[in-house]
């Protein structure tokens, strides 16, 4: 005789999606050893590795022994101290090539806009200088021709300035002329303007192309340090707190760093 098998509670598949994977707790633990060499970008010896992950000396050897079979660490013959293996290392690399900064950049836009409150948008180096490539507005509108395509000014947008004081100077010097500003990196109160930006890490730009408008930007860099894009935010100047660690000068660093980490850039770099 046929019988039917009793269905499955309907709750049952829920419970299983809702439910956290499962994983391999010892992957887990020995991965804090190669993200302490991540962390610090040098090769150490076993005692200061096995501290930076937070554990024994006697617990992280054997899963460097294991690391270093599959190439994810290697260590240094003369000096015994353990850096990240050829493993690894094409894995950074391979990992580079695969991500897509403006992708990247673009899918954070919507987000920030409203954690900003304002229009915030990204741009790249083009050929003759700045370019935004993407505008987002936020819930305050902001009446400037910004759009894509429209190019930045190095000398007197949020956005330009990021490129020029973290670009190639070379290549900076030359798109000022096409300005009209040949010789303005050399001019003392734009030098010391530039200084200031790299300091800060970041633009922020009061009433300066527009009266009653304000900007800030910040720079992505790549795994390499090289500048790829410049974040920005721009508002009503009453309404865009320009101050170093204000809830939105901090909700736009965090995303230039975020950018950059994702990049292959180190944190704090």
């Known amino acids: 005789m046929h019988t039917e098998k009793p269905p499955a509670p309907a709750d049952a598949t829920e419970d299983t999606e809702a439910r956290p994977s499962r994983g391999i707790q010892s992957v887990e633990v020995g991965g804090q050893l190669l993200k302490a060499l991540a962390r610090t970008g040098r090769r150490m010896a076993l005692k200061d590795l096995a501290r930076a992950a937070d554990m024994t000396a006697a617990k992280a050897h054997p899963y460097l022994v294991s690391f270093g079979k599959l190439g994810l660490i290697e260590q240094d013959p003369v000096s015994g101290h353990y850096g990240l293996g050829p493993l690894a290392l094409q894995l950074g690399l391979i990992g580079l090539q695969q991500v897509d900064p403006v992708r990247l950049a673009i899918a954070e836009l919507p987000a920030l806009a409203q954690r900003v409150g304002c229009t915030v948008s990204a741009a790249v180096w083009g050929v003759d200088g700045p370019i935004i490539i993407r505008v987002e507005e936020g819930p305050t509108a902001v009446h400037v021709a910004m759009r894509h395509g429209t190019p930045a000014s190095l000398r007197h947008t949020g956005t330009g300035k990021i490129f020029a004081a973290f ?103």
């Open 167 to 269: 670009g190639p100077q070379a290549d900076i010097a030359a798109a000022l002329a096409r300005e009209g500003l040949a010789g303005a990196l050399d001019e003392p109160a734009f030098a010391a303007e530039l200084a200031e930006i790299r300091r800060a890490g970041m633009t922020r730009v009061r009433d300066e192309l527009l009266p009653g408008i304000s900007a800030m930007a910040v720079p992505v860099f790549d795994g390499f340090g090289r500048l790829v894009l410049a974040i920005a935010a721009i508002g009503p100047s009453a309404m865009l707190d320009l101050a170093e660690h204000s809830a939105q000068t901090e909700a736009l660093r965090a995303v230039g760093q975020h950018l950059s980490q994702r990049l292959g850039a180190r944190p704090g770099a």
